[in-house]
């Protein structure tokens, strides 16, 4: 009867040891697991880690100018010689984003001030999983940052005092944060004599020195 016991808890054991096992990977990582109905915005210090995320964060090559139905000229208040696009290099250098805009032998740079804080919004829109038949929801994000900024070139002289961005990295996935999950992004310009928009891709997140 002794043997038999321990037999029986021997098998019930590797069982339930199997189940787990055989659990979706969210029984694991549910620190960042997301969940159907989850919506979040807050507003937050960059952090440590925060940081490390918009360092990784690159410009794409491409910036679009948000036109809608209208004309460049009619769409950019304060930008000289507006066109649909143009090329776009720069990143985040100390605390300020410096973002070059090129188009043919015109130039122009704008400098944002990274905030002391940033929104960060996330939110089950219903409709995408992470994964084909998976309960856990892909989550739609934003990280929003807001402050005054200057500009040189063809912003100059749009770019007057309290002329105000709204910076915003748009991105989906789980519950926790990180530079693969933000694809997009979007840079507004409001100011006494500056109003107009930028658009485009980010590139690939600069890689993670951790994970080397």
């Known amino acids: 009867m002794r043997n038999e016991q321990l037999i029986t808890g021997a098998l019930f054991a590797v069982a339930m040891w199997l189940t787990l096992l055989l659990q979706p990977s969210r029984v694991w990582a549910c620190a960042c697991c997301a969940h159907p109905g989850e919506y979040e915005i807050n507003f937050v210090k960059p952090d440590a880690y925060k940081l490390s995320v918009i360092e990784r964060i690159r410009f794409g090559t491409t910036a679009n100018l948000f036109t809608g139905e209208a004309e460049p000229e009619n769409a950019a208040k304060g930008l000289a010689h507006p066109v649909d696009t143009y090329s776009l290099s720069g990143s985040l250098v100390g605390n300020v984003w410096k973002l070059t805009f090129r188009n043919g032998d015109e130039s122009g740079t704008l400098n944002l001030p990274l905030p002391a804080k940033m929104l960060r919004f996330a939110a089950d829109i219903h409709g995408e999983l992470a994964k ?81």
């Open 132 to 212: 084909p038949g998976y309960p856990e929801p892909l989550l739609y994000k934003e990280w929003r940052f807001e402050g005054e900024l200057n500009g040189t070139g063809f912003f100059k002289a749009g770019v007057t005092a309290g002329t105000k961005y709204v910076l915003v990295f748009q991105g989906r996935g789980n519950s926790c944060d990180g530079a693969e999950d933000f694809r997009h992004w979007q840079l507004k310009i409001t100011g006494k004599r500056a109003d107009y928009a930028f658009y485009g891709e980010l590139g690939a997140p600069i890689p993670d020195k951790e994970n080397e």
